[in-house]
């Protein structure tokens, strides 16, 4: 391979980028690693990028707001909704609550 002084110094330059690049994940995956292992027991996703970590718990995902009250959770009269019993949200992976609600 015949490479000169300038593909040198740009693949020099690339090499310390490269491993610039992977001591600040190195780094990161330190900071955030307590955390990190807090979130995967929780059951969290995860977004990793450089210099900060996005935990979301996907039980949220699974929650609507109530679509005959809009959310607020109250009915006719002042009462609770009869639809999500005054929550205002609406689980689909929940069996509806029996009984009378809040
Ligand atoms: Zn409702």
């Not at 490269?18 to 955030?32: G, I, K, V």
């Not at 205002?88 to 609600?101: T, Y």
Request: net charge positive; proline share 4%; with cysteine.
């Amino acid at each position: 391979m015949n490479v000169g002084p300038a593909g040198l110094t740009a693949n020099l330059w690339a090499l310390i980028r490269a491993q610039a690049l992977a001591r600040h994940w190195e780094l990161s995956d330190a900071m955030f690693a307590e955390i990190d292992g807090f979130a995967l027991v929780q059951g969290w996703a995860i977004s990793r990028h450089r210099s900060r970590h996005v935990y979301r718990d996907p039980r949220f995902d699974r929650v609507v707001l109530c679509c005959t009250c809009g959310g607020d959770g109250k009915g006719e009269g002042g009462r609770a909704c009869r639809t999500c019993k005054g929550d205002g949200l609406l689980n689909f992976f929940e069996p509806p609550r029996r009984g009378a609600g809040a």
